[in-house]
């Protein structure tokens, strides 16, 4: 039996059902320990509310969703866009989030050069990092699935995300969330899992549907797909990850539309069968 403790939902995953407060709210009601938070919900209720709330619940923040982006040519839309991830970052220290999500941001359709977009990011991330040093917050990096690099993020695989952890030589500051919908695919997974070891700092968990009609909002729950989750949870754990499991389903054609408290049960179930 897995510990329900390490169960953390991510809000994504009731989207449409759920503000903030009844998030909160009804996880705490379901006995779910832990929430990844979503930026854009939590600006809806605001952050000190949002903390206050948490915090009288008992429940953990696996994560703050997301931040970053930060790839555009032009010079004032990138700092405004590294400015919003220092905002971010202060969000994730005042919800106490384990770990701030960043997604690294896609190709600029002004310059084509994938090579020089993945330099942008990388050096707008260094740029942030003290910030994140001094907020006392992890950024995790998460690499995404190859089919939305040209609009999310130039950051594929496991094996970019370790190399750019070396780049930046910040691991009290720089982490890595693996997500079983975006690396499940990669030939490389188990090695490069292993050699990330103790710079995984989300384990994020959905499936991928064989029919699936939407790259970025059909995933599907635990169970319904073609990844086998439960090896991909063993090979974070062999590497030294002791943390959330965080159940993350975009799903706007079945999960979305369901009662949410039914969502909350299905998903406690899968947990304990599916991964």
Excluded at 119 to 127: P, T, Y
Excluded at 247 to 255: H, K, L, T, Y
Aim: with cysteine.
């Amino acid at each position: 039996m897995l510990e329900p403790r390490l169960l953390s939902i991510n809000q994504v995953t009731l989207m449409q059902q759920w503000s903030l407060k009844q998030a909160i709210e009804g996880l705490a009601r379901h006995d779910v320990a832990a929430i990844s938070v979503w930026r854009e919900k939590l600006h809806e209720l605001g952050v000190a509310e949002a903390a206050r709330m948490i915090e009288g619940h008992g429940l953990a923040v696996s994560g703050l969703c997301f931040a970053g982006l930060i790839t555009s040519l032009d010079r004032d839309e990138a700092a405004k866009a590294r400015d919003d991830v220092r905002r971010a970052i202060d969000e994730a220290a005042r919800l106490k989030a384990r770990c701030l999500v960043f997604v690294a941001g896609g190709v600029d359709p002004r310059n084509k050069d994938i090579k020089a977009t993945r330099g942008r990011a990388l050096d707008g991330l260094a740029s942030i990092v003290p910030h994140a040093r001094q907020a006392g917050v992890k950024i995790a990096l998460e690499p995404l699935h190859p089919m939305i690099c040209a609009t999310r993020s130039v950051l594929s695989t496991m094996k970019l995300a370790n190399e750019w952890c070396d780049t930046l030589a910040a691991e009290d500051t720089v982490g890595i969330a693996v997500d079983t919908y975006a690396v499940w695919w990669d030939p490389e997974l188990e090695p490069q899992i292993a050699r990330a070891g103790k710079r995984i700092c989300a384990f994020h968990i959905s499936d991928w549907l064989p029919d699936t009609q939407d790259l970025r909002l059909d995933r599907g729950m635990m169970g319904d797909g073609v990844i086998d989750i439960p090896a991909i949870r063993r090979m974070v754990e062999a590497a030294g990850y002791t943390g959330h499991r965080e159940v993350e389903i975009f799903s706007a054609r079945n999960w979305w539309k369901r009662d949410s408290d039914e969502v909350v049960r299905t998903v406690k179930e899968r947990y304990q069968t599916a991964v």
